[in-house]
């Protein structure tokens, strides 16, 4: 039996099968043969679209790779990002720590370069380092608009995660805007930082300064940390790691770049040294004024050290980060009205916050 025959035979059993199966919705010959003509075409148009993907993927990582570096410190390793023609590369505060000279590898180069610390800002967990000889062929990556960046979006995370450079996990946008206090154990730098890109993207040791990319090549965030689970004795839970979004990197590299240091924060800010206490619950219950600063927002409103702060607007505060994340949400110069107890009596004043 010639194949062309055993093709007529096969397409009407098929037809039969499939009419018999919906055969209670209504079905006649002309509909199941569409439909049989229909599934060949999902069939054929699948393998397209996977290679179309893949395609995708393939390109944009021989577009950005290039531009993700490792950084060695003397006892850290993490990644950068090749800011600029002039050999300035972005990271993590976290990933400098308190170190000022550094080793990097670029990922098409075994040659080890070395580099100098330019400033570190660990308020927001962002550094800039600039390499003391600019190799041929450095290419700067390009920073995608932060605001553009939506939910369900595929991105690639590049970096040297647990020392393995030039490595790619892939995921998608998973959230946008979220606040996160980063741990100071580890060598984290216990900032607070806001409108964070949530990924599924693995996030892991190493990955830290990296680069969080779109399928347009696009940095869109600097992978910074990883959520923990302390059910699982504060092990990295899988598939939740979070970027710093590519707008606020781009505010503070400039600066850096420019000035050599971090000129205007745009963090909001009460001006004051706190510190959480408990009830008599022995919950955490607000935070204590320890320190004002002469001239800040709260010295301004009129609250002073031994006040404990318990609101800020709409939110409730109990510990120190409650209030570092509800500040995260505002800006210098917005007024907000700040709640606190004073000898046992509660009062509240209007604030004019300042700049952290």
């Known amino acids: ?18 009419c ?10 002309g509909e199941s043969s569409a439909k049989a003509e229909g599934d060949l075409t999902t069939q054929a148009a699948a393998p397209v679209a996977a290679n179309d993907l893949q395609g995708d993927y393939q390109k944009v990582i021989k577009d950005v790779l290039p531009s993700v570096v490792q950084i060695q410190a003397s006892s850290d390793l993490g990644s950068g990002v090749v800011y600029d023609d002039n050999g300035h590369i972005v990271t993590n505060a976290h990933v400098v720590g308190n170190e000022k000279t550094f080793k990097v590898t670029t990922a098409n180069s075994e ?23 600019k190799p041929e062929g450095l290419k700067a990556a390009e920073f995608g608009d932060s605001s553009k960046v939506e939910v369900g979006q595929i991105v690639l995370a590049m970096g040297s995660p647990l020392g393995l450079s030039s490595s790619v996990t892939q995921g998608i946008v998973s959230a946008t805007g979220r606040t996160v206090s980063e741990g100071r154990a580890g060598g984290g730098t216990g900032a607070t930082i806001a409108n964070m890109v949530q990924t599924s993207a693995a996030i892991n040791p190493g990955n830290s300064g990296g680069a969080l ?14 959520a923990t689970d302390p059910g699982l004795g504060d092990s990295a839970a899988p598939g939740i790691g979070f970027a710093i979004p590519a707008s606020m990197v781009r505010t503070i590299a400039d600066q850096i770049v420019k000035d050599g240091r971090v000129t205007d924060s745009g963090r909001a800010a009460l001006g004051i040294t706190g510190r959480t206490v408990v009830g008599d619950d022995y919950q955490p219950a607000g935070v204590a ?14 609250i002073e050290a031994g006040d404990v702060i318990t609101g800020l607007g709409d939110v409730e505060i109990t510990t120190i980060t409650s209030l570092s994340e509800a500040l995260a949400a505002e800006k210098p110069g917005d007024r907000v009205r700040v709640t606190y107890t004073r000898n046992g009596s509660e009062k509240s004043v209007e604030v004019t916050l300042g700049e952290q």
Do not use: H, W
């Open 1 to 18: 039996m010639d194949a062309s025959r055993t093709r007529a035979l096969f397409l009407p059993v098929t037809a039969a099968a499939v």
């Open 20 to 29: 018999s199966m919906v055969l209670l919705g209504g079905c006649s010959g």
């Open 111 to 133: 040659d080890v370069l070395t580099a100098k610390l330019v400033f570190a800002y660990p308020e927001q967990d962002l550094a800039v380092i600039k390499l003391d000889r």
């Open 213 to 226: 990319v779109n399928l347009d090549g696009q940095v869109i965030g600097i992978p910074t940390l990883a």
């Open 289 to 302: 004024v320890v320190q004002v600063r002469d001239g800040g927002a709260a010295s301004k409103a009129g």
